[in-house]
């Protein structure tokens, strides 16, 4: 039995991506906790805010690089300004639909940024993600 | 010019020296000419002289006589004069012919004996006493004594005119000789200038055929000139039109890799925008299915599966043509080994090579530079190929073989396999183009458009030759 996270962040302009990722997500009881975020500029105002005086500090967020307005490099940007109460509890992985190299090894150009998936998220990325990370 | 100057020169020099020579014998005998003349005058004047002593002689006889008989004064006088004139006369002619020794005693023997006879005949004549004691026939002998002289004087003559004649005859001489002289100066000078003149006249020839020659070399040149002249302009115009052929080949160059450029951007774009609905409709659909298995039954089985089958064939053809627009974006140029490429492609195939107890045969092949992904999947594109275009149970046999031209590798993959219809050749490069169904033969039809496109990233051609049943060769050319 795989141990629970307590929170996973989704964010992603698709609403479909976002409700088929929370499924399998959900679906593989990881945990009881996702949140869904539909942009950049929404993702940082939900990390920023407060709930009994403690951020969110999601546990796994999973990003989208091609985004409208914010887009996912300019979120990561943002990301990394943040204190480290606001920031991600452990990993911060993208998604995409990109299969380019290049965005590859831009996304680990970046601290946070822990891993690269395309789209869609599978069970085998996600298994992959909990042995590396949470195990 | 040597030839010239060497005939000048010895022409030159006989001429002078002929002149020399010639005016040398003219002067000499000139000389001696005029000398003659002096001697021939001199001759002359001794002549006269020897007979105005004789006539004097006579004179003093003639007087001494008159005087005798008549007494008379004058005579005696004139007797005197006569004998002063001989002394006088007998003196410059013993003068002139001094250089003569015989003439010389003969005159002085002829004047002492007419002094003797003198002596003798004054006394007879200035003596009164003897003038008549003495016996006549005597006296008369001793009055005249210029007759026996008269031998003396003829002989003096004789001599005389002898001389005359031979410094004549040696005047006539030296005229002949200076004659003979100017006559040889003038042959000289003549064969001189004729032989100058034979000589110089080839020459002349020559010179004047050269300057004929060069005439016509010259008109030659200037019409080849004149040629050149237009060709050049030909030329400079044919460059020109060159530069501006290649200075719009090059904008064509340019705007054509920039079209391609916006091409790959363009189907990057599309095939990776494509891939995002595509993925939402095979994730619902695998939802669906997931939620509402008994809605997924019977033919709705058959329809899901043609439904999945189809959006999988689309994700593939859209992978493909978004991995196709990446070609050549994976990395740098490098060297490359190719027997180590095809020995990494048989590692590769090695299931299928022992399945089908498939034969690859290979030349050594050279070491390039290129993309090496991209010349990996080249060449595995075309083995992979091969084997599946050469169904069982024939086993299929591959030969990989090149050769080098100066700018280019020439590579040949020769399989005996089905073969393809001529009418084919071009069209089996194109993008999506497949030439039989996908029941017989599975794949997208974009194998061979991707090997076009690498060979043509490494600026070569690629072309195939196939008999109909018994094989395909794929040829390809890669620049070094």
């Known amino acids: 039995?795989?141990?629970?996270?307590?929170?996973?962040?989704?964010?992603?302009?698709?609403?479909?991506?976002?409700?088929?990722?929370?499924?399998?997500?959900?679906?593989?009881?990881?945990?009881?906790?996702?949140?869904?975020?539909?942009?950049?500029?929404?993702?940082?105002?939900?990390?920023?805010?407060?709930?009994?005086?403690?951020?969110?500090?999601?546990?796994?967020?999973?990003?989208?690089?091609?985004?409208?307005?914010?887009?996912?490099?300019?979120?990561?940007?943002?990301?990394?300004?943040?204190?480290?109460?606001?920031?991600?509890?452990?990993?911060?992985?993208?998604?995409?639909?990109?299969?380019?190299?290049?965005?590859?090894?831009?996304?680990?150009?970046?601290?946070?940024v822990k891993g690269y998936y395309s789209k869609p998220l599978s069970e085998s990325y996600l298994k992959n993600i909990l042995e590396t990370h949470f195990s | 010019?040597?030839?010239?100057?060497?005939?000048?020169?010895?022409?030159?020099?006989?001429?002078?020296?002929?002149?020399?020579?010639?005016?040398?014998?003219?002067?000499?005998?000139?000389?001696?000419?005029?000398?003659?003349?002096?001697?021939?005058?001199?001759?002359?004047?001794?002549?006269?002289?020897?007979?105005?002593?004789s006539s004097t002689i006579s004179r003093i006889e003639s007087y001494g006589l008159a005087y005798r008989f008549t007494?008379?004064?004058?005579?005696?006088?004139?007797?005197?004069?006569?004998?002063?004139?001989?002394?006088s006369l007998i003196i410059s002619l013993q003068e002139l012919v001094s250089h003569n020794a015989l003439q010389s005693k003969r005159l002085n023997d002829l004047d002492s004996e007419l002094q003797k006879n003198l002596k003798i005949y004054r006394e007879i004549i200035f003596n009164k006493t003897i003038r008549d004691s003495i016996h006549a026939s005597s006296i008369n002998e001793s009055l005249y004594f210029s007759a026996?002289?008269?031998?003396?004087?003829?002989?003096?003559?004789?001599?005389?005119?002898?001389?005359?004649?031979?410094?004549?005859?040696?005047?006539t001489l030296w005229k002949f000789i200076i004659l003979g002289a100017l006559g040889f100066a003038t042959i000289i000078v003549f064969i001189s200038l004729y032989n100058l003149i034979q000589k110089i006249k080839p020459l002349i020839e020559e010179l004047l055929s050269t300057q004929e020659q060069l005439q016509t070399s010259n008109n030659n040149l200037k019409n080849t000139l004149t040629e050149l002249e237009k060709s050049n302009a030909e030329k400079e115009r044919e460059i020109k039109a060159k530069i501006v052929a290649i200075e719009e080949t090059k904008k064509l160059n340019e705007s054509l890799i920039a079209k391609n450029q916006q091409l790959d951007h363009f189907a990057y774009v599309a095939s990776h925008d494509l891939q995002e609905p595509l993925r939402t409709v095979s994730n619902y659909l695998e939802i669906f299915q997931e939620d509402f298995p008994e809605r997924v039954e019977g033919d709705a089985v058959m329809y899901f599966d043609f439904i999945n089958k189809a959006v999988e064939r689309m994700r593939k053809l859209i992978s493909g043509l978004?991995?196709?627009?990446?070609?050549?974006?994976?990395?740098?140029?490098?060297?490359?080994?190719?027997?180590?490429?095809?020995?990494?492609?048989?590692?590769?195939?090695?299931?299928?090579?022992?399945?089908?107890?498939?034969?690859?045969?290979?030349?050594?092949?050279?070491?390039?530079?290129?993309?090496?992904?991209?010349?990996?999947q080249l060449f595995q594109n075309l083995i992979s190929n091969a084997i599946k275009f050469t169904p069982p149970p024939k086993k299929p046999h591959i030969k990989i073989t090149y050769e080098e031209t100066e700018n280019y590798y020439n590579f040949h993959i020769a399989d005996n396999g089905v073969g393809i219809p001529e009418k084919d050749f071009a069209k089996i490069f194109d993008m999506f183009s497949r030439l039989h169904s996908l029941k017989d033969y599975e794949g997208q039809g974009i194998g061979l458009a991707f090997c076009k496109k690498i060979v043509e990233l490494h600026l070569g051609n690629i072309w195939v030759s196939s008999t109909l049943g018994e094989g395909t060769t794929v040829h390809f050319t890669l620049k070094k």
């Open chain 2, 71 to 87: 007494g008379k004064e004058k005579y005696k006088q004139e007797l005197l004069n006569a004998e002063k004139e001989y002394d």
């Open chain 1, 1 to 112: 039995m795989m141990k629970k996270i307590k929170n996973v962040l989704l964010i992603d302009d698709s609403e479909s991506d976002n409700f088929y990722h929370a499924r399998k997500i959900r679906k593989m009881g990881i945990t009881d906790n996702i949140h869904i975020c539909y942009s950049g500029e929404e993702a940082l105002q939900y990390l920023k805010s407060e709930l009994d005086g403690k951020h969110p500090q999601p546990t796994l967020i999973f990003l989208d690089i091609n985004m409208p307005g914010m887009n996912g490099w300019e979120f990561l940007e943002a990301y990394e300004q943040l204190t480290v109460a606001q920031q991600g509890e452990i990993v911060l992985t993208m998604l995409s639909n990109s299969i380019d190299e290049r965005d590859k090894s831009r996304a680990h150009e970046f601290r946070s």
């Open chain 2, 148 to 171: 026996p002289l008269q031998t003396n004087f003829e002989e003096l003559l004789i001599t005389a005119n002898e001389i005359l004649e031979r410094r004549i005859d040696r005047y």
């Open chain 2, 322 to 376: 978004l991995s196709f627009s990446r070609l050549g974006t994976s990395g740098e140029m490098q060297k490359i080994n190719l027997n180590k490429t095809v020995d990494k492609i048989k590692q590769d195939f090695t299931v299928v090579i022992e399945d089908r107890g498939i034969t690859i045969e290979s030349d050594d092949l050279p070491k390039i530079v290129g993309y090496r992904i991209e010349i990996k």
């Open chain 2, 1 to 53: 010019m040597k030839r010239i100057r060497k005939v000048g020169l010895t022409n030159f020099i006989l001429l002078v020296s002929s002149l020399i020579f010639a005016i040398f014998l003219i002067g000499f005998s000139f000389i001696k000419n005029t000398e003659s003349v002096e001697e021939i005058a001199q001759s002359w004047e001794i002549k006269s002289n020897i007979r105005k002593v």
